[in-house]
């Protein structure tokens, strides 16, 4: 993993956490999916629910060929990820994104809720060019098609008030 802004990295760069109150921060991954079928598993570490402010976590990849605006910018653009956070209200939401002008996947359920301790896995079929959603071995089937040639994981932490932090660890 290769990190920008508040992210720390830890346990042989395979943990990161966002100690920031403010900032958030983002993580890009090396390895480059263009071909085959490709399975992440990310651990939820620590996700705080107390938070006054959003507070949440991104996981997904990013096209390739929109890594360099993401790692200079943090632009979002050519992501297609999974979206958990905790708003002002204490409501999780759950989105499904593809970026460019795109809209929400439809076929995901709107309460899906993401706590500590869950295993969320991303499953990339390059060959068909999908990409698929599991929490704790609970496939929640195919969330968009159509992915780009090549991409590259990706994170987004929020940064949190209090002692607990967002904190995430590849497995």
Known sequence: MN??????LKNQNQT?????????????????????????????????????KSNGIILGVI????????IKNGDFEGTYYFDTYWNQNLLQSLKVKKEKG???????????????????????????????FKINKNNLGIA??????SVHFFAYLAGTKGNKKNQITLI
């Open 16 to 52: 990161a956490w966002n100690p920031s109150k403010q900032i958030s921060g983002r993580i890009l991954g090396k390895t480059q999916y263009s071909t085959g079928k490709h399975k992440i598993k990310i651990k939820i570490d620590q996700f705080p629910n107390n938070s006054t």
């Open 102 to 132: 795109k809209k929400y996947s439809e076929k995901y359920p709107k309460n899906i809720k993401l706590k500590e301790n869950d295993i969320l896995e991303i499953l990339l079929d390059m060959d068909q060019k999908t990409i698929s």
């Open 3 to 8: 990190y920008q802004n508040a992210i720390k």
């Open 63 to 70: 096209n390739t060929e929109d890594r360099e605006n993401f």
């Open 144 to 149: 968009l098609k159509n992915l780009p040639k």
